[in-house]
């Protein structure tokens, strides 16, 4: 059973920063593929930015230039920089893994933006 266990979520005003991680146990984790979802209220759960294994990333448009995935395989660990947060990016945060033994989600992490 792979377990993912996200951190660092919290409340920031408009312009501000926040980094999340997410530690990865059960797996080879240097194999899996990593990504960062999101969920707003009453809204359905969306991509924000995977890492390939190889460290090849990919954001969602409403991201790019603010958000920055990034993995360090040492400590199993993938985290998401996220700078000139806005408003919109209020949601909870999941951590996925992409195994050999499956697709695993981690419990979530709330991020609240003020404006």
């Known amino acids: 059973q792979v377990q993912l266990v996200e951190s660092g979520g919290g409340l920031v005003q408009a312009g501000g920063s926040l980094r999340l991680s997410c530690a990865a146990s059960g797996s080879i984790f240097r194999r899996n593929g990593m990504g960062w979802y999101r969920q707003a209220p009453r809204k359905e759960r969306e991509l924000v930015a995977t890492?390939?294994?190889?460290?090849?990333?990919n954001y969602a448009d409403s991201v790019k230039g603010r958000f920055t995935i990034s993995r360090d395989n040492a400590k199993s660990t993938v985290y998401l920089q996220m700078n000139s947060l806005k408003p919109e990016d209020t949601a909870v945060y999941y951590c996925n893994a992409e195994t050999a033994l499956g697709r695993f989600w981690g419990q979530g992490t709330q991020v609240s933006v003020s404006s």
């Open positions: 890492i390939s294994s190889g460290g090849t990333t």
